[in-house]
Nanobody, 120 residues
Framework: VQLQASGGGLVQAGGSLRLSCVAT????????MAWYRQPPGQQREWVAAIRGGEISRYLDSVKGRFTISTDSAKMTVYLQMNNLKSEDTGVYYC???????????????WGQGTQVTVSS
């Protein structure tokens, strides 16, 4: 199973970006998909997650600005980021809890990360 993230870039404060992450490989079921980020010099933190394509939750600091969604047919998760702030700067990673074998257990997989830089 591989996750490929894209969509990062440089944007001014108040602007928007849309991140995408597609999962490929032997996938029987995706239980949950999520986005994490790692600000410069800080530890990786959870940002948002979505389960079953409908149940979403968010880090308090991004509520009302970020929206996570999925396209199950395309095995893709998106993160629409609006009203970006300088503190949103970091490397964004996608994560998926994937059932990929007969054990029917979910395993975590990570994408390679995409850089988001918000200039003030």
């Amino acid at each position: 199973v591989q996750l490929q993230a894209s969509g990062g870039g440089l944007v001014q404060a108040g602007g928007s970006l849309r991140l995408s992450c597609v999962a490929t490989g032997t996938i029987l079921r995706i239980n949950e998909m999520a986005w994490y980020r790692q600000p410069p010099g800080q530890q990786r933190e959870w940002v948002a997650a979505i389960r079953g394509g409908e149940i979403s939750r968010y880090l308090d600091s991004v509520k009302g600005r970020f929206t996570i969604s999925t396209d199950s047919a395309k095995m893709t998760v998106y993160l629409q980021m609006n009203n970006l702030k300088s503190e949103d700067t970091g490397v964004y990673y996608c994560n998926a809890d994937v059932v990929h074998d007969s054990s029917l257990e979910g395993y975590p997989f990570w994408g390679q990360g995409t850089q988001v830089t918000v200039s003030s």
